[in-house]
């Protein structure tokens, strides 16, 4: 699966932005979709992630601000984000997760999109 995320940008605090990632190639094997988040000399962090059957999950610190989303066809991602906060400044990259048997599994990732809050 090949993955093209966009929308970045640079807001204030408060503001909105929605990112999106579209998806290439076979999503047959996909059992999970998700954002992440890295800043300079930290690990890249889980954001938020859907399975193939809609549930959701959240990082703490996001909870109640971000909400992800999957167009029908589940060919496009996206990560609305509300009420930014300077912490939420990262680089964010979108993931897929394909499944291809019990223990057998293989990431894909987008190239990122940097997302900046200005206080």
């Known amino acids: 699966v090949q993955l093209q995320a966009s929308g970045g940008g640079m807001v204030q605090a408060g503001g909105s932005l929605r990112l999106s990632c579209a998806a290439e190639?076979?999503?047959?094997?996909?059992?999970?979709m998700g954002w992440w988040r890295q800043t300079p000399g930290k690990e890249r962090e889980l954001v938020a992630s859907i399975t193939t059957s809609g549930i959701t999950n959240y990082a703490e610190p996001v909870k109640g601000r971000f909400t992800i989303s999957t167009n029908n066809a589940k060919r496009t991602m996206f990560l609305q984000m509300n009420s930014l906060k300077s912490e939420d400044t990262a680089v964010y990259y979108c993931?897929?997760?394909?499944?291809?048997?019990?223990?057998?599994?293989?990431?894909?990732w987008g190239q990122g999109t940097l997302v900046t809050v200005s206080s």
């Open positions: 190639g076979s999503m047959r094997s996909v059992s999970s």
């Open positions: 993931h897929v997760e394909e499944r291809f048997g019990p223990d057998t599994y293989e990431d894909s």
